[in-house]
């Protein structure tokens, strides 16, 4: 059995179209995540599967403010891939957590946290519409 070539980097402005796909923010504000390194690309077998955008909190707490990986990718562990490098490279720049969130009604999202190794630290409750608050994890690292 071949095993698949796994790359993770940092995205770079060829990379604008995919890290940008999912509409969230335009085109000129992830070309400035991707200019202030925080966005990193997942590469199997030489084709873009997922990405990692990060905010940070408050100008000082790393936070995941999404990861995607395409479907066919999913439950394969790429996102374990991904995640290491973010935080190898989080741990290079001084940071010891990372911290992430999801819907309270999202239960996936919530189990993959926890397989994950991320704990959970705290709600927020309504904040998004329809009422559904929002719970928050930390990785320690």
């Given at each position: 059995m071949v095993k698949d070539v796994v790359t993770v980097r940092l995205a770079e402005n060829s990379d604008l179209d995919f890290v940008c796909q999912d509409g969230y923010l335009s085109r000129e504000e992830v070309l400035w995540k991707i200019k202030r390194r925080e966005c990193f690309?997942?590469?199997?077998?030489?084709n873009l599967a997922g990405y990692l955008r990060l905010e940070f909190l408050w100008s000082l707490v790393p936070y995941i403010?999404?990861?995607?990986i395409k479907e066919r990718y999913q439950k394969m562990g790429y996102s374990r891939d991904l995640l290491g490098f973010v935080e190898k490279t989080l741990k290079i720049m001084g940071y010891e957590v990372l911290y992430s969130s999801s819907?309270?009604?999202?239960?996936?999202?919530?189990a993959w946290h926890r397989h994950i190794g991320f704990e959970e630290c705290g709600v927020i409750n309504g904040i998004n519409e329809g009422g559904v608050g929002e719970i928050f994890f930390r990785k320690k690292f």
């Open positions: 690309v997942l590469c199997v077998d030489g403010a999404l990861i995607i819907q309270a009604d999202e239960t996936i999202p919530q």
